[in-house]
């Protein structure tokens, strides 16, 4: 069986996987983990991180305990307590994507939360004392004043943790989630022949992935850029 071969009869496998005779796999799976898993870990980020900024030692403490510990660990032990340790306790067995999903919220939300956290402090302590000066309470001053521009300080951070997050959802093929790594094995286990071809393939569709996703961060960066920049006023003509 020639390379070319292998691609007809394996593409639609490696973009799907069994779908739609089976459950959704490969590349589509990769891209669909990878935007839930961004959807949830960027609000999990956020409180997280308010609650490290914030000035109550009840909330703070425990949510700085929180982020230390996930942050010592390695995702794959997030990965594994999350699909051993949670049935065990709620009863309720997850599945593969679910457990992936969960830990890659905790996993990267954990990591947000320090992007908030060094986004926020990285401003002028002025900023707050005069949004409080004006009478607003801390959580009017950290929505209407602080967050607006941390927010577009932190948009690099954010950005490389979100290409993180992409690359972290083939660990799924330790617990057999069908991402787009695991059916790759699977296409080299059936074919044996073309290992660094696939492989390299495989490699490619991560590239593509992270680098489109670099590239969009950097046009809206740029374009946050152009609107905070101040427009400039016309020049009056000097009157002899």
């Known amino acids: 069986?020639?390379?070319l071969e292998v691609i007809d009869n394996y593409w639609l496998y490696f973009l799907v996987g069994q779908y739609p005779e089976g459950p959704l796999g490969g590349l589509a799976?990769?891209?669909?983990?990878?935007?839930?898993?961004l959807l949830a870990a960027l609000p999990a980020g956020l409180a997280l991180g308010l609650a490290?900024?914030?000035p109550w030692r009840a909330l703070r403490w425990p949510v700085t305990a929180l982020v230390y510990v996930v942050r010592g660990t390695p995702l794959?032990?997030?990965?594994?307590w999350a699909y051993f340790f949670l049935p065990s306790v709620t009863g309720a067995k997850t599945?593969?994507?679910?457990t992936m999903l969960i830990a890659l919220a905790l996993f990267n939300g954990a990591y947000l939360a320090e992007v908030v956290r060094a986004g926020i402090q990285g401003l002028p302590r002025g900023q707050m004392e005069?949004?409080?000066s004006l009478g607003l309470s801390w959580l009017q001053a950290m929505r209407g004043v602080i967050l607006p521009q941390a927010l577009r300080n932190m948009l690099p951070s954010l950005v490389s943790q979100f290409v993180m997050t992409i690359k972290e959802t083939s660990l799924g093929y330790i617990i057999g989630l069908n991402e787009v790594s695991f059916i790759t094995s699977q296409i080299n286990t059936q074919?044996?022949?073309y290992p660094?071809?696939?492989y390299l393939i495989l490699g490619l569709s991560y590239f593509v992935l992270c680098f489109s996703l670099s590239r969009f961060a950097y046009w809206m960066e740029r374009r946050l850029e152009r609107k905070a920049r101040p427009t400039p006023q016309p020049s009056v003509p000097a009157t002899a």
């Open 1 to 3: 069986m020639t390379f």
């Open 29 to 37: 799976l990769t891209l669909l983990l990878s935007a839930a898993g």
């Open 52 to 54: 490290r900024v914030s």
């Open 76 to 80: 794959l032990m997030v990965v594994f």
């Open 95 to 98: 599945d593969q994507f679910t």
């Open 130 to 132: 005069s949004a409080r």
């Open 191 to 193: 074919v044996f022949i």
């Open 196 to 198: 660094v071809q696939l």
